[in-house]
């Protein structure tokens, strides 16, 4: 697995949905080359490599539909639906938005949210899945967003590659990802548990 780039990660993860949870894997939608192209245009910031080859195969779910492939209960976002989430966290946080109470570096602690978090997956309420361009040597790390606690604490992953490499593996090997295992329910839907 160690050769597997992001597509093929995401290929097999999609299979392995398709063989095991059914239910999760439907409601996985393909992706729109032009949406990501509008982020882009918005953000004037180049994405790490894996985000953007993740989000040239991944396209998210319909909206309000959940399908909880990233652990321990988070749907992968479309690059539109990143872009909605982003606009809507720039509107909640405008007070903070240009000096938001975050530390500099990438991976590092904040308290309010960062317009260089760029949300890659939700749970259907408030809390993200983030990636941090914010500079320094972990720059593109994925961070969980608390919003009720309005925090983030160190980083889940190194990046997007490690995040989907550590899904694959749990979903394959049945190690955990994370503190989650993944089950998949009667109906055919892909559950983390937390242990």
Not at 67 to 92: I, K, N, Q
Not at 114 to 131: K, M, Y
Not at 172 to 182: E, F, I, L, N, Q
Request: proline share 8%.
């Amino acid at each position: 697995m160690s050769g597997m780039d992001v597509t093929e990660l995401w290929a097999n993860i999609v299979r392995w949905l398709e063989d095991h949870a059914p239910v999760t894997a439907a409601a996985l939608e393909p992706p729109d080359p032009a949406e990501l192209v509008a982020l882009e245009a918005e953000f004037h910031v180049q994405l790490p490599a894996d985000l953007r080859a993740w989000w040239t195969c991944c396209g998210g779910t319909a909206t309000d539909v959940l399908a909880d492939v990233l652990p321990p209960f988070y749907t992968p976002y479309s690059p539109s639906a990143a872009l909605r989430a982003w606009r809507g966290h720039r509107e909640l946080w405008t007070a903070r938005w240009e000096r938001p109470s975050c530390d500099y570096y990438a991976g590092s602690a904040g308290s309010s949210f960062h317009p260089a978090w760029i949300p890659i997956a939700g749970d259907g309420f408030a809390d993200e899945l983030v990636v941090d361009l914010r500079p320094g040597p972990l720059h593109g790390c994925v961070l969980e967003w608390e919003q009720e606690a309005a925090q983030v604490e160190r980083p889940e992953w190194q990046g997007v590659s490690a995040m989907l490499a550590d899904v694959y593996r749990a979903l394959t090997d049945g190690v955990p990802a994370g503190h989650s295992h993944a089950t998949v329910t009667e109906d055919g839907k892909l559950d983390w548990q937390i242990r």
